[in-house]
């Protein structure tokens, strides 16, 4: 039987590798989580390296404010 669009998407989700910058837990350092291959890419140019820290700085923003979700604009232009 053939996967779904959502099935298929799911499993692929499931396959990346998603880590924080850093490689620690995202709730000792408060960075967001991201595919590894996104990571990397964002810390390879200067452009990347400043969206990873705005991106990071509302993620700590949120944890402050007691919320596990932060809108930090990564995952913008993704099918959600």
């Given at each position: 039987m053939?996967l779904k669009e959502?099935q298929?998407?799911?499993?692929?989700?499931?396959k990346?590798?998603?880590?924080?910058?850093?490689?620690?837990?995202?709730?000792?350092?408060?960075?967001?989580?991201?595919?590894?291959?996104?990571?990397?890419?964002?810390?390879?140019?200067?452009?990347?390296?400043?969206?990873l820290a705005?991106?990071n700085?509302?993620?700590?923003?949120?944890?402050?404010?007691?919320?596990q979700?932060?809108?930090?604009?990564l995952?913008k232009?993704k099918?959600?």
């Open positions: 053939a959502s298929r998407s799911l499993r692929k989700w499931t990346q590798k998603w880590t924080t910058a850093s490689g620690k837990k995202s709730s000792e350092t408060g960075e967001v989580y991201a595919p590894k291959k996104t990571i990397e890419k964002l810390k390879s140019t200067p452009s990347g390296r400043k969206k705005a991106a700085k509302k993620k700590r923003a949120a944890t402050k404010k007691g919320k979700h932060a809108k930090h604009g995952h232009g099918k959600r």
